[in-house]
């Protein structure tokens, strides 16, 4: 292996992911925490830690001359950014390249042109990938009249530097478009520094997918099939699975084909994520791309076998994939992910002391997180505080090892979404594997645990 030390630009259950993948490659890892982070499980798990700030994201892990200046005194040679924080942040690539440090991930380049939405499209509009109809570009007021026109109501508005619906907007008819470009624009300007958008014909009821790939520098690419994240409540993810219930093979190789193609277009390096939404006939339209591990890559590494992570390092070391083409895969993958928050206080975040953590364990069954018993979760950032994954050998089957490993999880200390998980996983629109974006929400009033007690 090229690397003999990685700095880990992260916390939390990411951090200490990438860890143990650097270990297990025989590489040092350093940890960099805030004040907040002083006796975290990541500072522990890694060879050196360096303390880069106050608790304040902004003044901590998100300082780009703080982490660049953490790995250069400490001797790295490469940087993982986990996700989250600065992994998708081209302007913190730069900073590595220009200190001699590998960014492990795509290049700087690849990283802008993928990170504004509307390019990101031109450029798979350009490797024949299926589109969501709508502008070629961020367009004036004006222009998306007259689209919107064209396309017919109801239409999305969509910020180019968005995602993860900021700067978002359901338009549903004529007169309503004024004000809301101009709430979007306003709302994108303030978040991004950047107000352009664009606009889309509206896919619902719709279901989001996402397709994984590994690409090396030597042309290799690898995709590891989809991901369904539908079962999502205010564009937080709750219930991962793969593969998709509503997935044909002819579109999920479609989907992989196409997917390849835009890869090798862009001459993508490391590990990425395409985002669909499936129309109702499950007929694909690419969203986005993200240019990072994702928080659910785990549900891919149980299907195929394939650790990401590690893969992610020797990419990066310039060494080639050893397998190409569609990665096999095995039976069915589940992730449900246990959030520090209170169902009863609308998922108000709900940091605190977790009094005991005891995770389940067996067959099939796997949990990434960095808490412990007596672990206080710090309210500066995400409230995800451990990732339950199952497989086994079909959806029904991993489904009910879903519900055993969850009723044997005990969280005491704080509220999480445990019982909320419990209700979906057990509910008939989950079992029957037809639900779309709208279930969580559409469910409310039906789920015992987020009813008023
Ligand atoms: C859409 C859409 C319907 N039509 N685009 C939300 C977050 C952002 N990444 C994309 N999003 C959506 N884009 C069109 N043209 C519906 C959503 C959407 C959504 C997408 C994925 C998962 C959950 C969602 C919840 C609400 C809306």
């Given at each position: 292996m090229v690397f003999e030390r990685v700095l880990v630009a992260n916390r939390g259950e990411i951090a200490v992911r990438v860890i143990r993948a650097l270990h297990e490659l025989g590489i040092e890892a350093v940890a960099v925490y805030s004040t907040a982070d002083s006796e975290a499980l990541h500072v522990r798990l890694a060879d050196q830690a360096v303390c880069i700030g106050p608790p304040a994201a902004g003044e901590s892990y998100l300082r780009i001359p703080s982490v660049v200046a953490a790995a250069v005194t400490t001797g790295c040679e490469a940087v993982h950014p986990g996700y989250g924080f600065l992994a998708e942040n081209p302007a913190f690539a730069r900073a590595c390249a220009d200190n001699d440090l590998v960014f492990v991930g795509p290049s700087p380049e690849v990283m802008e042109r993928l990170g504004d939405k509307a390019s990101a499209k031109a450029e798979m509009r350009a490797a024949d990938v299926p589109l969501v109809p709508g502008t070629a570009g961020s367009a004036p007021l004006e222009e998306i009249r007259e689209a919107a026109e064209a396309i017919g109501f109801p239409v999305m508005l969509k910020a180019t530097a968005g995602g993860g619906g900021k700067g978002m907007r359901l338009v549903?008819?004529?007169?309503?478009l004024d004000d809301a470009f101009a709430a979007a624009a306003a709302e994108a300007e303030a978040a991004f520094g950047d107000g352009a958008l664009y606009l889309e014909k509206v896919v619902a009821p719709a279901r989001h997918v996402e397709i994984q790939v590994l690409c090396d520098r030597h042309g290799n690419v690898l995709t590891l099939g989809e991901r369904e994240c539908s079962i999502q409540r205010r564009h937080q993810k709750l219930v991962e699975e793969s593969p998709?219930?509503?997935?044909?093979p002819e579109t999920r190789e479609e989907m992989e084909t196409a997917v390849e193609r835009a890869c090798r277009t862009l001459g993508y390096e490391g590990a990425g994520t395409f985002e669909f939404l499936l129309g109702l006939e499950g007929e694909p339209y690419f969203i986005e791309v993200n240019c990072r591990l994702q928080v659910e890559h785990p549900v891919t590494e149980m299907l195929t076998g394939v650790d990401i992570v590690r893969e992610q390092v020797r990419i990066a070391a310039g060494e080639s994939l050893a397998v190409t083409g569609r990665a096999p895969r095995r039976g069915h993958a589940i992730e449900i992910r246990i959030n520090a928050e209170d169902p009863a206080r609308g998922f108000v975040p709900s940091p605190g002391v977790v009094e005991r953590f005891r995770p389940p364990l067996g067959p099939g069954v796997r949990v990434d997180t960095a808490v412990e018993d007596g672990t206080t979760v710090p309210p500066y950032y995400d409230s995800l505080i451990a990732k339950l994954i199952v497989s086994d050998d079909d959806r029904p089957a991993a489904i009910e090892r879903a519900l055993r490993a969850l009723r044997e999880l005990e969280v005491t200390g704080i509220p999480t979404t445990r019982e909320l998980a419990l209700d979906v996983l057990g509910s008939d629109g989950f079992r029957s594997g037809a639900y779309s974006t709208g279930y969580l929400e559409e469910m409310e009033a039906h789920l015992p645990s987020l009813r008023p007690a």
């Open positions: 549903d008819y004529p007169d309503g998709s219930p509503a997935l044909s």
